[in-house]
């Protein structure tokens, strides 16, 4: 059920060992690629540290609405939604 549904909107699924950043590379990158995003909205906005959860809410946010790669021409969450 869940295969038919990765399938029908083109989404590859993909496992991998536990405890093993080096097989996650994709999703090791994205988590660091939201955490400097974060650490650079706080620095830019000179925001106190103990608004690192929004800054990270609101950088996910954010990349989930952008475009990423142009051959769908959507963004994650339309991918999603």
């Known amino acids: ?10 989404i590859s ?3 991998s060992v536990a405890r093993s950043p080096q097989q996650n590379g994709v999703v090791e990158r994205r988590n660091r690629t939201l955490i400097e995003a ?15 959860a929004e800054a990270v809410a609101t ?3 954010t990349q989930n ?8 021409g959507k963004t994650l969450y339309e991918l999603m939604h």
């Open 1 to 10: 059920m869940l295969r038919d549904y990765y399938e029908e909107v083109g």
């Open 13 to 15: 699924h993909e496992t």
């Open 38 to 52: 974060a650490r650079t909205m706080l620095i830019y906005a000179q925001a106190p540290l103990f608004l690192w």
């Open 59 to 61: 950088a996910c946010f």
């Open 65 to 72: 609405r952008s475009i990423i790669r142009l051959r769908h």
